[in-house]
């Protein structure tokens, strides 16, 4: 099957039936050809976790796979990810905040007109070894979309790397393809089922250590999503970094800010391991 069969066969499944195995066949037969980046050692990655009162690396990275029973972004039921954000080198660490609490916030996603308060930990990770992702940014997505670097740089990458000979084989209508799914909103956790997939061949039978994508939440802008493989997260990153933050949101207006910074109580060759607050 060419790729724009495989595509038209996977538009017409009924995903609410949850077809893991169809799916598999298909993404397994795709001629991919996708963005490599390769993150070098130094890169900030940071995640947040909608509760307080964290004192340990374990609580803060990727949720045991056991206790996923549904397919999420990049993630099949029975396994996991580290999933965190990131922004361009030049702007400011604020974006990748805004990203995931774009993501977490119960009451962003009510509107401004909700009133309340959110607690979370952030986390912020270094990398401390080299990390390669699988990035999909086709132009016909998030076009207007100007306040992401990452985005902007990627996009350029896949423009200037595209030939003739890419057309023959279909790769235009991969891309197009994965990325509209990677960047479309989901309502049923269903929906997530072609992406995950993808992120499971990537990360797995491609070799890659993770994906790379666009907030759906914030259409594209201020930085990117990433999807790690449990094992990368354990080797490659470095815990450098955790602090409780407070989200509140009233009148129409939102502000989220810092109340507590970790004191590190046993590091190890991975970052800080254990930890209090002051």
């Known amino acids: 099957m060419t790729n724009k069969e495989i595509i038209n066969t996977l538009k017409r499944l009924d995903l609410s039936t949850y077809p893991y195995d169809e799916v598999m ?32 690396r374990q ?27 990131m922004c361009h080198v030049e702007e400011s660490l604020m974006n990748t905040r805004y990203i995931a609490l774009l993501e977490a916030s119960r009451l962003v996603k009510q509107g401004l007109t909700a009133n309340g308060e959110e ?85 797995y039978a491609s070799r890659c250590d993770g994906v790379m994508y666009p907030s759906v939440q914030a259409e594209g802008d201020y930085g990117m999503n990433v999807a790690l493989r449990p094992d990368v997260a354990d080797t490659k990153l470095r815990l450098a970094d955790v602090r409780e933050m407070k989200y509140v949101q009233k009148n129409g207006n939102g502000n989220l800010g810092f109340t507590k910074q970790c004191v590190p109580v046993e590091m190890d060759e991975r970052g800080i391991k254990k930890w209090g607050y002051k």
């Open 25 to 56: 066949r298909l993404v397994s037969m795709f001629q991919p050809k996708f963005l490599r980046i390769t993150l070098p050692q130094g890169c900030i990655i940071e995640r947040i976790r909608p509760d307080i009162n964290v004192y340990e």
């Open 59 to 85: 609580e803060v990275s990727y949720r045991p796979a056991d206790k996923n029973t549904r397919p999420q972004r990049a993630t099949l039921p029975g396994k996991t990810a580290f999933y965190g954000t």
């Open 119 to 203: 607690h979370y930990t952030l986390s912020r990770w270094i990398t401390s070894q080299p990390i390669k992702l699988a990035v999909f940014v086709h132009d016909s997505v998030f076009k207007e979309a100007v306040h992401n670097r990452l985005l902007v740089v990627a996009k350029q990458k896949w423009d200037n790397g595209k030939t003739f000979i890419d057309d023959v084989f279909q790769a235009e209508e991969y891309s197009r393809y994965v990325t509209s799914q990677f960047s479309k909103p989901v309502t049923e956790d269903y929906e997530y089922i072609i992406t995950a997939t993808i992120a499971e061949m990537l990360m």
